[in-house]
């Protein structure tokens, strides 16, 4: 079946531009999850959300960075004002959710250059 | 808190040959254990976990992976590698309570040669 997909594959941008993020999960996965690969920090937690209750955002590493997610599916993380560290591949996950053993199942990333 | 230590970034091999991909955690309560792979271009693929019960877990292409709780250590291994393993490998340890945040080691570069 369709796995994760993420669009765009790359994006390009100019510092203090704002950008948007789309991750579409594997059908039924309730529990969906950001998370930044960068040369500097590695990979990182950003943020959680599992069905309809409120995201855990204790990743996100400042008020610029936000997301979304509509209807328990697709979501979307959008940085305001980007800066230059915020260049990195962002991946996202979803898992079934039925047990916090669940797997998570990675998309292929997001790799935002910010110029 | 979790922590997870890959000291090895690069951990060159040839072909046939085996391999031990080293990972150590630190965490303040109990925890589960993963190994993730990414090829080039792509995303993170599960390679095994460590969830309870048996300290020896196998997962896919032919890895498998023991969890040492006084070491706190769960190390990578498999007998005979090939050239298609070449890739990138993460350990990554959560707490097993609450939701499954993954944090991640650094990373461990295998190349394989012929």
């Known amino acids: 079946g369709a796995g994760v997909s993420q669009s765009p594959s790359n994006k390009v941008t100019e510092k203090g531009k704002d950008v948007e993020l789309r991750c579409d999960p594997i059908s039924g996965h309730t529990a969906l999850y950001w998370y930044r690969q960068s040369l500097g920090q590695g990979l990182e937690f950003l943020i959680y959300?599992?069905?309809?209750?409120?995201?855990?955002k204790s990743g996100l590493p400042s008020d610029r960075f936000s997301a979304e997610r509509t209807g328990g599916s697709v979501s979307t993380l959008t940085i305001q004002r980007t800066q230059q560290e915020d260049s990195a591949v962002y991946l996202c996950?979803?898992?079934?959710?039925?047990?916090?053993?669940?797997?998570?199942?990675f998309g292929p990333g997001t790799r935002l250059t910010v110029l | 808190a979790q922590s997870v230590t890959q000291l090895d970034s690069q951990v060159p091999v040839f072909e046939e040959a085996p391999v031990e991909l080293r990972c150590n955690y630190s965490s303040s309560v109990s925890v589960y254990l993963f190994w993730y792979v990414q090829y080039p271009n792509q995303g993170l693929q599960l390679l095994l976990k460590?969830?309870?019960?048996?300290?020896l877990v196998k997962g896919i292409n032919g890895f498998e992976a023991e969890f040492n709780k006084s070491q706190t250590s769960f190390h990578l291994r498999k007998p005979s590698v090939h050239i298609s393993d070449t890739a990138e490998y993460f350990c990554?340890?959560?707490?097993?309570?609450?939701?499954?945040?993954?944090?991640f080691g650094t990373g461990t570069r295998l190349l394989v040669s012929p």
């Open positions: 996950a979803s898992s079934p959710q039925t047990s916090y053993t669940d797997t998570q199942y």
């Open positions: 959300f599992q069905g309809n209750s409120a995201p855990d």
């Open positions: 990554a340890v959560s707490a097993n309570t609450g939701f499954q945040k993954l944090v």
């Open positions: 460590y969830l309870s019960g048996s300290t």
